[in-house]
């Protein structure tokens, strides 16, 4: 799988100005998943807004800074794997 669309689109983020967080899974052997962040923040509101929002999207609680929007009608609902011991 090439990264180069990822790539392309931060960029174009970069180029406007805006600031972004990326967040890339990739299935790779035995079911694991590597995760890969790329994030572009200017403001210390905006790096708490952008770890509200990963929290949400590990199942905790909304913070104060985040205003949800899902893109679909079905809200997720994550189911954390238990920590390997």
């Known amino acids: 799988m090439s990264m ?3 790539y392309d689109l931060k960029d174009k ?3 406007q100005k805006m ?3 990326l967040c890339i899974m990739k299935p790779i052997k035995n079911g694991d998943t590597r995760v890969e962040l790329f994030y572009h923040i200017e403001k210390d509101e905006s ?3 952008m770890c509200d929002a ?3 999207a ?3 609680d909304p913070g104060e800074n985040v205003d949800i929007e899902f893109d679909s009608d079905n809200e ?3 189911t954390p ?3 390997k011991k």
Do not use: R
């Open 4 to 6: 180069d669309f990822v």
């Open 13 to 15: 983020l970069e180029e």
């Open 19 to 21: 600031e972004y967080a």
């Open 47 to 49: 790096f708490e807004s």
């Open 54 to 56: 990963f929290n949400i």
């Open 58 to 60: 590990c199942g905790g």
């Open 76 to 78: 997720p609902t994550p």
């Open 81 to 83: 794997k238990p920590k």
